[in-house]
């Protein structure tokens, strides 16, 4: 099951067993990562990866994601978690992206605060390997991004230069 105690999809199951075996045949020094990869639902799907299993993954790229819940304090306490994960997070928002910005009002802002304060160890802040960023564009826009991942043709080079770093270090 998950941390909500709800029981995981079958085809969960199947990822994760098949991520765990991937995982313990690579050679310790491998240069080969294990992304979180998604896109709307595939990017709120790998939020619940990477906050419950983030022990299998090197790294998650979550474009246009949102929270598992519309409750306003959920979606706190789930933004200071996912920034506290031990793993290179790059999150990109669109900023006329209606759900995500109207809906999940309160899930950005913590997000947002947090960029704009110093990493820390402690619960509401975020550690250096955690970034999320708004880019001009709709829910549309952030799908093409998905589609390429172009992060370099971004107008923010800060978002590219995370993933860079991350993964140079990682």
């Given amino acids: 099951g998950n941390a909500n105690g709800r029981p995981l999809s079958p085809l969960v199951v199947k990822v994760l067993e098949w991520i765990q075996g991937v995982k313990r045949k690579q050679q310790p020094v491998s240069r080969r990562k294990v992304l979180v990869v998604g896109f709307s639902r595939g990017a709120r799907w790998g939020i619940e990866l990477c ?67 110093p990493c820390a160890q402690e619960y509401g802040s975020k550690l250096p390997s955690f970034a999320s960023f708004t880019v001009p564009g709709d829910h549309d826009t952030i799908e093409t991004l998905f589609r390429s991942l172009a992060f370099r043709e971004l107008p923010d080079p800060k978002i590219a230069g995370f993933w860079s770093a991350m993964f140079s270090a990682a």
Wanted: proline share 4%; with cysteine.
């Fill in 51 to 117: 906050l419950e299993h983030s022990r299998l993954f090197d790294g998650a790229i979550l474009l246009g994601g949102y929270p598992k819940t519309k409750g306003k304090e959920d979606q706190i306490e789930e933004a200071k978690a996912l920034m506290q994960v031990p793993m290179p997070i790059l999150m990109v928002h669109g900023l006329d992206d209606g759900l995500c910005q109207t809906h999940y009002e309160k899930w950005h802002i913590q997000f947002h605060n947090a960029m704009e304060r």
